[in-house]
């Protein structure tokens, strides 16, 4: 049992994508609890902006603040992926 101002944090392994063309990133989720909720956020692994990540929320339970973490990545990953073929597709028709 965690006494009061104690935090469990859970640390969601990331994952590679690109922010801006030529720029890679290296996501990483973080859960734990802040008083009565539960606290998730996503930012670069290898660059933190603690004060302005990519993305956070707050949320009743544990489950809930992975669950949409890892969401979240996957979002980005379905948008990179997106980006990715476009640039394909622009690169075939120019070919």
Do not use: K
């Amino acid at each position: 049992m965690m006494g009061s101002g104690q935090r469990t944090i859970s640390h969601l392994t990331g994952m590679r994508a690109m922010n801006t063309p030529g720029t890679e990133i290296h996501l990483h989720a973080r859960v734990f609890r802040a008083g009565c909720d539960w606290y998730a956020d996503i930012d670069d692994h290898l660059d933190p902006q603690p004060d302005d990540p990519f993305w956070y929320g707050y949320y009743d339970t544990q489950r809930a603040a992975i669950d949409a973490a890892c969401e979240r990545m996957a979002a980005f990953n379905r948008a990179r992926a997106e980006r990715i073929s476009q640039q394909l597709l622009s690169l075939a028709s120019i070919g």
